[in-house]
């Protein structure tokens, strides 16, 4: 074979490869539409990296510990605040029942999202970007930009802080969109506020609700007040080899909390617990919350930021809406003084696992 054919046979691969990634980048749900029968290359996962490697995993179905919010908040808190606390530490997650929020309001952050991915790719590909700091983000896989393996995963993510500021910026289509996400986004900053005093009781940090002296305790919550919240609603369209890849590859969140509203008849959600991979079963009408990597920072290492991934399956498309919250941009994250101890030194590791930064959140 003379070097000029070699050479033509590359360039003509390295073209297709390039034309291929660009339809990549248009995600998943648009690259369905135009029919596929199998998973493309882009999106196989190293033989190790694949789902169903052990048979172990995701053979068990994982009810996670419940806490209850209304519990939380009547004369049962210091009990509920210790299951808290144990869920923190083993699981890294809970599930939160009772917790306040309209169903309605529900309902209409989901229909919105799912209007959403339902627009013509034309008028969803106008938020696409590469800036990650933008307020409106449209976008396919975890890390479009860095990934070599591609996700099953397309989503739109909505910075909601300060809402004056980014609401504009907001997509106008569908008409309902802007108003369910102002209405979603106020009830779960106050929900996720609610249970970030009850971390910090839990951790030791403020006083039981019955001794604390409001002042104190409002100083501690400010920073928490003025934090980001992101809403980041994820699309996994229904694959034709779902044991070749993942719909999010093992992550864990980077905030404090993640309120996530997983899809109620689709189950995908797997995280890891004592050293494999189960299947959350999602109850009813309620969040699934998880330790992030600032809370495991902050917390020195006593709460888990745990690692999860996402399956998708063959017959149905899957939904959920995650919010994630920390504290303000700029913000220094490190564990609290109040927890490092000579029997509890500063743990530098818990610092090393993030993997999804806002750009501007310094750590050390
Ligand atoms: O879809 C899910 O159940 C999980 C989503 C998730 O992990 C995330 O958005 O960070
Ligand atoms: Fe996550």
């Excluded at 017959?315 to 919010?323: D, G, L, N, P």
Aim: aromatic letters at 8%; one cysteine or more; glycine letters at 4%.
């Amino acid at each position: 074979m003379s070097p000029a054919f070699v050479l033509e046979v590359q360039t003509n691969r390295e073209e297709e490869e390039l034309v291929e990634s660009h339809q990549y980048h248009d995600g998943v749900k648009h690259l369905c539409e135009r029919g596929l029968a199998k998973v493309p290359r882009k999106y196989i996962l190293p033989a190790l990296e694949r789902p169903f490697i052990s048979k172990k995993d995701g053979a068990t179905n994982l009810k996670l510990p419940v806490i209850d919010l209304a519990k939380l908040q009547g004369p049962d808190r210091v009990h509920t605040l210790k299951s808290l606390s144990k869920a923190c530490e083993e699981y890294g997650f809970f599930q939160l029942i009772n917790h306040g929020i309209a169903s309605e309001s529900v309902l209409n952050m989901f229909q919105a999202a799912r209007k959403f991915f339902e627009l013509p790719f034309e008028e969803r590909s106008k938020y696409m970007s590469k800036d990650q700091s933008v307020p409106v983000r449209y976008g396919t896989s975890f890390n479009q930009n860095k990934d070599s393996v591609f996700c099953w995963r397309d989503f739109l993510k909505l910075s909601c802080h300060p809402l004056s500021d980014v609401l504009p910026n907001w997509p106008s289509s569908p008409a309902e969109l802007r108003q369910a996400v102002v209405n979603y986004s106020k009830e779960t900053k106050s929900l996720y506020l609610m249970l970030v005093k009850a971390v910090l009781e839990s951790l030791g940090l403020v006083e039981t609700a019955e001794n604390a002296d409001e002042n104190d305790s409002c100083d501690h919550l400010e920073e928490f007040e003025d934090g980001s919240q992101l809403i980041v609603a994820n699309f996994y369209p229904s694959c034709p080899e779902p044991d070749l890849t993942l719909g999010m590859t093992p992550h864990s969140d980077y905030g404090f909390l993640t309120l996530l509203l997983p899809d109620e008849e689709v189950k995908g959600l797997q995280i890891q617990h004592e050293g494999r991979w189960v299947t959350v079963e999602p109850i009813p009408n309620s969040f699934v919350v998880n330790v992030g990597d600032h809370l495991e920072i902050f917390s020195n290492g006593r709460y888990s930021s745990v690692l999860h991934r996402v399956l998708v399956n063959p017959f149905k498309s899957r939904m959920s809406i995650a919010s994630l919250h920390s504290l303000p941009f700029n913000s220094m994250i490190r564990p609290s003084p109040k927890l490092i101890s000579d029997a509890n030194p500063r743990q530098p590791k818990h610092v090393q696992r993030i993997q999804v930064l806002l750009e501007d959140t310094q750590i050390f």
